[in-house]
Nanobody
């Protein structure tokens, strides 16, 4: 498994970003329910959105109305479209399977929202 998230960056409040996560090592994303997680400075990691192998989506309250999670089965990739970002969305974002393994998180991508 080699999960690599990308697409983060510095954006002004109200802006948008689209995160991508690819498994360059095999079929990890294709074979699992997947989620996007984030860890804000000084806080514990939290799940913000999840998508099943059958593309059923659950958004946590922080994501409802602003974030969209999707996946491309052919590309073994999962996405997180984030709109109307606020400073509270600042953090390190990872994708991982649901439930996440305790010892692997892969490469995350930093999102910084300036207010």
């Amino acid at each position: 498994v080699q999960l690599q998230a990308s697409g983060g960056g510095l954006v002004q409040a109200g802006g948008s970003l689209t995160l991508s996560c690819v498994d360059s090592g095999g079929n990890f994303i294709r074979l699992n329910d997947m989620g996007w997680f984030r860890r804000a400075p000084g806080k514990t990691r939290e799940l913000v959105a999840r998508i099943s192998r059958g593309d059923d989506v659950i958004l946590k309250d922080v994501a409802k109305g602003r974030f969209t999670i999707s996946r491309d089965h052919a590309k073994n990739t999962v996405y997180l479209q984030m709109n109307n970002l606020t400073a509270e969305d600042t953090g390190l974002y990872h994708c991982n399977k649901i439930p996440p393994p305790y010892n692997y998180w892969g490469k995350g991508t930093q999102v910084t929202v300036s207010s």
